[in-house]
């Protein structure tokens, strides 16, 4: 049996052989014709938190493989998201562009995965809400957002374990006799970064990232099952560890600059040099859930992002210039009063 008969023969109702799709709300496979539900808890779930060794000299001990997979490609973006059970849609998650259907993928097998747990209707709630609490917004964007197409979706994450051994080099500023002078310093520490999270995926924009780069709790891994995609969208991982850590550079760079600031410990801290000694690499491939709401206001494509694990909400949004101009003349009204109050005080 290949891997879609695989994952078609889990999602059927062995009750009544109806299709069954995962309720984020129950926690489970729950049949669309006869609502029989079907726990996916197993005795190894405390296993999907475990973390996997990199040596960077040694062996691809984890290569890609080529599955047979319901897989819609994004004729926009580039996307590949793959489907199982029923195609719910002929739009992109992503970007909401056109997708055309292939049935072969080729990735790295997903370690763990995090599920649902905030249902459709309350990630339309989460998403209205953040729109009312939107300054200046136009008044008929809740409206137009309560109409958005929504898409969930599990994207593709590393998180990454590291040993540094930093050794650094900066300059600092201090004044003497009313002048700056600058000082050198240098130093050396060690720094564990434990459970940095990454996205494995060009398409993870910004958006998306910072929505779920919140709250990440391991304990809530599960062993990747089909079960858990019934009913949503996933992308599979395409990156090598390699290029997952090269992914991860930009972050960790910043984070050890920061450190570096805090060890030298006085104001003015630039020209930051360092070396860095990287052991211990352990990572995980995973897919974590959000829900995607696509409107278009005036024309224009956007986007309100919920993190389907504990509804996180950002999201894009247009401005209503009237109401800007008429912030900026009440602003510009309190300024002016301000100023006359100040000087028929005698205070100018």
Sequence with gaps: MDDLSAAQSELQCANCAGQCVYDPAQQALVCTSCATRYGLET????????????NPD????????????RVHHCQTCGGDVVFVGQTLSERCAYCDGPVVLATSDTGYRTKA????RVPERDAQVAALDWVARRWAAPSDLKSVVSKARVAGIY???WTFDSEEAVNYWAKYTVR???RSVTRRTSGAFRIRFDDLLVPASTHVTPLI????????EPRRLRPYRPGYLAGFGAERHHQSVTEGLKGNADDKDLLIRNRIKGH?????????RYTTDTTGVRYRRILLPVWILHYQYNGEAMKVVVCGMQRRTYGERPFSWPKLAAYAAVLSALT???GLAWGAGGLL
Excluded: C, M, Q, Y
């Excluded at 040694?58 to 997979?69: A, C, L, S």
């Excluded at 995965?113 to 649902?116: G, H, K, Q, S, T």
């Design 58 to 69: 040694g062996p691809d001990v984890d290569p890609p493989v080529i599955e047979e997979t």
């Design 264 to 272: 030298v410990n006085k104001s003015g801290v630039h020209d930051v």
């Design 209 to 216: 990232r910072d929505g779920i780069l919140h709250d990440f």
């Design 113 to 116: 995965l995090i599920p649902f």
């Design 336 to 338: 002016i009063a301000f």
């Design 155 to 157: 994207v593709p994450f």
């Design 43 to 54: 005795e190894n779930d405390d296993d999907a938190a475990r973390e996997f060794d990199f």
């Design 176 to 178: 003497r006799n009313k």
